[in-house]
């Protein structure tokens, strides 16, 4: 039986992201005139998509990183650091967490501008998804 390949990172995650979610409405992001609302939005979304595409590269090249230091670890060739109080990773982990969080608020501007564009487009709503409201409770009134 042979292991299946391990799935490749997404590199350009706020690229895909803004084709996925307009794709979903049955648009593509384009060129409109200048000035107006539409290409306003179309240039937040490109903007926006850019850096998320930066973050992802950067957040990909330190976790290379991190994977990197760790695996020295489970294979006994780390070296302990006398003196040293910055832990095994150092800053890496922090710089790590600090840009999961940014990409991330990335993406939730992503997902808003996209849905304005398509609004904008007059395009019909995507179907709903499955609903996150609290199931009603049952008890006394």
């Known amino acids: 039986m042979s292991e299946a390949a391990e799935p490749r990172p997404v590199v350009a995650l706020g690229t895909k992201t803004v084709r996925d979610a307009l794709a979903a409405r049955g648009l593509v992001l384009r060129s409109h005139e200048p000035g107006t609302a539409l290409a306003t ?18 957040l990909l090249q330190r976790a290379d990183m991190a994977i990197s230091q760790l695996q020295s670890v489970t294979q006994g060739r780390d070296r302990y650091r006398l003196g040293s109080t910055d ?5 890496l982990g922090s710089e790590i967490d600090a840009l999961v969080a940014r990409r991330g608020e ?8 996209t849905n304005s564009y398509a609004d904008l487009n007059g395009s019909p709503k995507p179907p709903p998804g499955p609903s996150r409201l609290p199931a009603p409770r049952r ?3």
């Open 41 to 58: 939005v179309a240039d937040l979304i490109r903007e926006t998509a850019d850096n998320v595409d930066e973050l992802q590269q950067t």
């Open 87 to 91: 832990g095994l990773l150092q800053s």
């Open 106 to 113: 990335g993406i939730q501007l992503l997902r808003l501008l």
């Open 139 to 141: 008890g006394a009134r």
